[in-house]
């Protein structure tokens, strides 16, 4: 891998509109990141892809939406308040801040030694309320709300075990050295599924979501074989786990971890039941037993796999004799399926027949875009570069010049760059896959 390939993705992400520094106006904000109009599509397709396979296509699971803000009880009853930290080191001569696992004996910026290490929770605090605001936290991950939850969905869905509560939404974490573009932010997007099963099934259903995390990156278009499964030492773990594998992947800078799969038996579920007082046990109408359901949670972060598509897409190669760059994603994630050309923007009768062309397409399949800015290579260029996979263009044959080619259009594939004349009708079921 290129050293600047890192560099270039950045580079790309902001000049076509995909990832924009955060309040960038004011010099930016440390950790924090805006998606622009085709990064906001790309996430969408991916946070829509994900709930289509793991909440409406399964019959065990279902979802919610939970507020990010909680009652501060629930922090303190998940261990968070207490120990969501990590170890702090300061440069005693600059003052500087490292995560102390990731600098060595001196500070990297100017050589000098470091104080004591110390634990530095990651929390965001803020008060609610006007008088005498009430401390509560924004969420360090959305398994909290599902667990706070769980009372709620089983008593009015009545759901048989195994059975699993999903939720997509925001999360922060004051991390001490927010790097690596959207790879480890302030402000963050997880989809987390909390699996609840009967203690002694736990083993089953970890190795099914072991399974589902590669199938959820098979339908993204994250290659199998830039993944890696890591077995968490326990030392490591987090502290609710008995069992955690990273799912690893080969961003530029590294091997770094893009999912996580925990089993966090009943430890959640039993504190909230001790800390709320409400009665959280399940109880099995088969066997009449009542008890606390185990845990398996997949994590899946978001703009941890926006990265990994952009990574993985990300190609250079000479086409026609001129180097492009493009992306080439999955059809099912690219923010743009297809964009429809008239040849030459100034023929009423062109752009009159593209645009019709245009609006049937756009009925099954909204994601499509109209481009009649410069000449073709421009805007094959430029839809390249965001990764649409087909450009379409209506041309005088499309309106009848040579009569046993009208209303076909040219369909052109975004990485070999070939052409072919395909019928309207062929176009559209190949754009709508
Ligand atoms: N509920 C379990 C949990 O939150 P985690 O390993 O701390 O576990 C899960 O986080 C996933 O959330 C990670 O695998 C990663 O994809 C994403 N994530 C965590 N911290 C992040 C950060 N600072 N920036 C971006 N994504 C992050």
Redesign the pocket.
Known sequence: MPEDRMEKIVSLAKRRGFIYPGSEIYGGFSGFWDYGPYGIELKNNIKQLWWRMFVQEREDMCGVDAAIIMNPEAWKASGHVAGFADPLVECTKCKRRFRADQVGDTCPECGGSFGEVRQFNMMFSTQVGAADGALSYLR????GGIFANFKNVVDSLHPKLPFGIAQIGK?F?N?IA?RDF?????E?E?M?IEYFVRPGEWEAAFEEWREQVHAFNEAVGIPRSLVHEIEVAPEDR?HYSKRTI?FEFDFPFGRK????L?YRTDFDLKAHAQASGADLTYLDESSKERFLPHVI?P???V??TVLALLSAAYAEDDLGGESRTYLKFNPAVAPIKAAVFPLLKNKPELVAKAREVYAMLKKSVPQVMWDDNGNIGKRYRRQDEIGTPYCITVDFDTLGEKPELKDTVTLRDRDTGRQERVALAEMIARVAV
């Open positions: 360090p991950e959305t398994a999360a974490r991390e927010p959207v790879f480890r932010s302030r963050f997880q987390e987090a990273d971890e893009l999912y996580g925990a949670e994590s899946f972060g703009d941890r």
